[in-house]
């Protein structure tokens, strides 16, 4: 499945209402380990087709940043049913992104 960009006007529908869990990637432009974890990430979402794989650019919308804590990034966050599950800041490798989605 291709990747969405989440945004605030996007939330509701893309995430809250998602039938499938969802893996959101918090990033920005500037950062580099986000770049290093952008096409671990990519990957993830061509791979599975049971999951939805959203990127939220903290800058654009610092308010999802805000909502979910996000102080350092990258940060990967787990939503099942509207609600988040896991949470994961830094780098990760893809088995432990991939266990974090179950």
Not at 9 to 32: I, K, M, R
Not at 33 to 46: H, N, T
Not at 53 to 66: H, I, R, T
Request: glycine residues 6%; proline residues 6%; aromatic residues 4%.
């Amino acid at each position: 499945m291709a990747v969405i960009t989440v945004t605030g006007e996007n939330f509701q529908t893309e995430v809250v209402a998602s039938e499938v869990p969802v893996l959101l990637d918090f990033w920005a432009s500037w950062c580099g380990p986000c770049k290093m974890l952008s096409p671990v990430v990519d990957e993830i979402a061509e791979e599975r087709s049971d999951i939805k794989v959203g990127k939220v650019n903290v800058d654009d919308e610092p308010e999802l940043a805000q909502m979910f804590g996000v102080m350092s990034i990258p940060t990967l966050v787990v939503m099942k049913d509207g609600k988040a599950v896991n949470k994961s800041v830094g780098v990760a490798p893809k088995a432990k992104i991939l266990s974090m989605l179950g």
